[in-house]
């Protein structure tokens, strides 16, 4: 009992609302002969700099697709990114490339960003690659240009698919995009570190333009929506034989995802720790955004004061966030805690809760070892909880809200 309640000595879960963790309008691609058009866009061409972001959603981990392309020709392209042989290649035009080994990770979302820069000394600093935050190995062939190519006859910038033409289309892509971002300039590691979760507002210096893919119905009749523009009305999509209307080949919501990662956080005092292990790890500030915290990049994180904290986690090509922990330094220590009695513990079907004097009706929350919310409501006065239906564990009780809350941990036979 009590290895396990040093275990589960974290305080409570506390989802923080945020837009990053509200984004329920996305497009769906379905792989069979779907694309977004942008027409002959020059965002790419002919630039000395660039950042291309994307937020989506693999629905097949391996297999042969294009995720985003400028191209007549392997000799005259501006600019490609292409799964081929269980490789994911960047092509720039002529036989100039890099590459690194990618199968998707269909059960998260995914955050992809290339970063290039015309101006760099070696190729290692002209392309970097990054997936979820993550600085990609990549191997290359030939020298990455100063300039991207503008290709003739113009090409037209696509996404989800190679387009070599007019009806000479390959290689479509399985899944779904959450947003796509273009930027004027080489975004550090940092700022690709702190867009792996926040979309953007559309007011970031430099951002030439964004689709959040909010235009329509998620899953409605959108097939009046024959074209829409990005947030800064720069640049056009044309859906191209999508549907537009249903669960697929149209504006959606959120992926369904199974959630592979261990995101729970076990918390003592002011240090969190993310249970999972073996991972990259990135501390979140969740009253500033979610912006990551420089140099939080451990598996534990010590909280320097109160606050909601959340921890970005990546295992191999899959990564996920936690929900918002909140830390309050008079937290379990606190008077309401005194206050708080609960039995019997351990618990087989009845649990009795007593707040003591002090307000009306506290709401109060049930979590398991895994941080999930399985129970909540309100007392009165002194209360009998059924909890025979629970799971044999340790659970945390929260009674209360802010400063005026009490925690309790219970065991379940």
């Known amino acids: 009992m009590k290895t396990t309640l040093l275990f589960l000595a974290f305080v409570l879960f506390a989802i923080v609302p945020s837009k990053a963790q509200t984004d329920q309008t996305w497009i769906d691609l379905d792989g069979v002969n779907d694309y977004l058009d942008l027409g002959t866009d020059p965002i790419l061409a002919g630039k000395t700099q660039f950042t ?7 629905d097949n981990s391996d297999g042969e697709y294009t995720i985003i392309g400028q191209r007549t ?16 290649y960047i092509l720039f035009d002529g036989s100039k490339y890099a590459s690194c080994p990618f199968d998707a990770c269909t059960t998260e979302r995914s955050h992809l960003a290339a970063v290039y820069n015309g101006a760099g000394a070696a190729n290692t600093d002209r392309l970097k690659f990054y997936i979820n935050g993550v600085a990609q190995t990549l191997t290359f062939t030939g020298t990455v240009p100063a300039t991207t190519l503008v290709t003739a006859p113009a090409a037209n910038l696509v996404l989800g698919c190679e387009n070599n033409g007019a009806g000479t289309q390959l290689q479509f892509f399985d899944g779904q995009f959450g947003e796509v971002c273009f930027w004027d300039h080489a975004l550090t590691p940092a700022e690709i570190s702190g867009r792996v979760i926040p979309e953007v507002s559309g007011t970031e210096t430099g951002l030439l333009e964004y689709f959040h893919f909010d235009n329509g119905v998620p899953g409605g009749a959108n097939t009046g929506i024959t074209s829409f523009v990005g947030g800064n009305a720069v640049g056009t999509i044309t859906p191209t034989n999508m549907a537009m ?15 592979t990662i261990n995101v729970s956080v076990s918390v003592a005092g002011n240090v969190m720790t993310a249970n999972a292990t073996g991972a990259t790890y990135q501390w979140l500030d969740c009253n500033n955004g979610l912006a990551p915290i420089p140099g939080a990049t451990s598996q534990s994180y010590t909280a320097p004061g109160n606050g909601n904290y959340a921890v970005l986690i990546a295992q191999g090509l899959c990564a996920n966030v936690s929900a918002c922990v909140e830390i309050l330094s008079t937290g379990i220590t606190s008077k309401q805690t005194d ?3 609960i039995y019997p513990n351990p618990v087989e079907n009845e649990l009795t809760i007593e707040m003591g004097a002090g307000g009306e009706n506290p709401p109060f929350e049930i979590f398991d070892p895994m941080g999930r919310m399985v129970r909540k409501g309100n007392l009165i006065g002194k209360a009998t909880l059924q909890v025979v239906d629970l799971a044999p564990g340790v659970y945390l009780l929260q009674v209360g809200t802010g400063s005026a809350r009490g925690v309790k941990i219970f065991e379940k036979n």
């Open 339 to 341: 206050r708080l009695r």
């Open 245 to 259: 209307t249903g669960a697929t080949s149209n504006f959606t919501g959120s992926p369904t995802l199974t959630g």
């Open 73 to 88: 020709s392997d000799l005259n392209r501006t600019f490609v990114i292409q799964r081929w042989s269980g490789a994911l």
């Open 52 to 58: 291309l972001e994307m937020r989506m959603h693999f």
